[in-house]
């Protein structure tokens, strides 16, 4: 069964810290790009972080610098370190895999994924 489930969502205050996880099963992971994307009430899911599998990564600019992406293909697991993180970054945070150009891609658009994972919730509060 290909399935993507994310951890580590939670509550925090701002300036605060939280690191995601999301662990593959029933694909072969390592020839996958990986990205996160989150989705606050009311707008677009938009790109945050992406990592193809030759480890190259892409941010958005909103979060450059704060989060880290990253990845562990021998525990087929993607990761998102959050630093700094502010009010804005509240949202559902979900990861996707990305087939496409042999697991070479780096793009942020929703529309390239064709692996969701279920989504964890993150919450920054002033």
């Known amino acids: 069964q290909v399935q993507l489930v994310e951890s580590g969502g939670g509550s925090v205050q701002a300036g605060g810290s939280l690191r995601l996880s999301c662990t593959a099963s029933?694909?072969?992971?390592?020839?996958?790009?990986m990205g996160w994307f989150r989705q606050a009430p009311g707008k677009e899911r938009e790109g945050v972080a992406t990592?193809?599998?030759?480890?190259?990564?892409r941010y958005a600019d909103s979060v450059k610098g704060r989060f880290t992406i990253s990845r562990d293909n021998a525990k087929n697991t993607l990761y998102l370190q959050m630093n700094s993180l502010k009010p804005e970054d509240t949202a559902m945070y979900y990861c996707?895999?990305?087939?496409?150009?042999?697991?070479?891609?780096?793009?942020?658009?929703?529309?390239?994924?064709?692996?969701w994972g279920q989504g964890t919730q993150v919450s920054a509060s002033a």
């Open positions: 996707a895999a990305d087939p496409r150009y042999g697991g070479t891609s780096l793009s942020l658009a929703r529309t390239a994924c064709a692996i």
């Open positions: 029933g694909f072969t992971y390592s020839t996958y790009s």
């Open positions: 990592i193809n599998r030759l480890g190259s990564t």
